[in-house]
């Protein structure tokens, strides 16, 4: 069982900076695949990036793609998604997501565990 809660989200003005946070208790943390997904209003939840298990693969949205970047601890179990150039697009609810490997990244199902979401307003 892993447990995951954001924060970091907030108001921020376009072209502007925002840290996401997510923290994970529970075991194995260094062997789960850790996502960030969104939802904005009327739409639904997308992908974002994805940190493959320790040291694995990293894979970006072609939309977040250069400008935003995930990281993991795994001493600390955090994953951190760094967003930078913020446009009013990336206006949404965040949740990072945990999944057991070779399940794929992409999609929702590939993950177990999720967050209760962080909010991320950007205003133009």
């Known amino acids: 069982q892993v447990q995951l809660v954001e924060s970091g989200g907030g108001l921020v003005q376009a072209g502007g900076s925002l840290r996401l946070s997510c923290a994970a208790s529970g075991r194995d943390f260094s062997s789960y695949t850790l996502g960030w997904f969104r939802r904005a209003p009327g739409k639904e939840r997308e992908f974002v990036a994805v940190h493959r298990w320790s040291g694995g693969s990293i894979y970006y949205a072609e939309s977040v793609e250069g400008r935003f970047s995930i990281s993991r601890d795994d001493n600390k179990r955090r994953l951190y998604l760094q967003m930078n150039n913020l446009t009013p697009e990336d206006t949404a609810e965040y949740y990072c997501?945990?999944?057991?490997?070779?399940?794929?990244?992409?999609?929702?199902?590939?993950?177990?565990?999720w967050g209760q979401g962080t909010q991320v307003t950007v205003s133009s």
């Open positions: 997501a945990a999944g057991q490997p070779g399940r794929g990244y992409r999609t929702t199902g590939a993950y177990n565990y």
